[in-house]
Nanobody
Framework: QVQLEESGGGLVQAGGSLRLSCTTSVSINDMAWYRQRPGKQREPLATINNVGRTNYGDSVKGRFTISRDNSKNTVYLQMSSLKPEDTAVYYC??????????WGQGTQVTVSS
């Protein structure tokens, strides 16, 4: 069973930055970051394929950067210019909802105003 482990969250002031990491138990070609804000459904944020091609949702475009280190089976999410509305639990998983793996525990990001 594929395991996903997110880390790197924390408390940060508005305008600050954080880098999240997602380590997978096996190599996975296409990966995505998601978040679930309080009272909201989980939403996709950014995707990356095995050769580094990326796509971003409008809410994070220009502020967040997804990247990967295939040698470490790790995908990153560099978040900058954080806003209080970015407060959420952040998860990684496959980008195609038909092929999702078991969700990890996620990592909490809290942005204070």
């Amino acid at each position: 069973q594929v395991q996903l482990e997110e880390s790197g969250g924390g408390l940060v002031q508005a305008g600050g930055s954080l880098r999240l990491s997602c380590t997978t138990s096996v190599s996975i070609n296409d990966m995505a970051w998601y978040r679930q804000r309080p009272g909201k459904q989980r939403e996709p944020l950014a995707t990356i394929n095995n050769v580094g091609r990326t796509n971003y949702g409008d809410s994070v475009k220009g502020r967040f950067t997804i990247s990967r280190d295939n040698s470490k089976n790790t995908v990153y999410l560099q978040m900058s210019s954080l806003k209080p509305e970015d407060t959420a639990v952040y998860y990684c998983n496959a980008p195609d909802v038909k092929y999702l793996y078991t969700w990890g525990q996620g990592t909490q990001v809290t942005v204070s105003s």
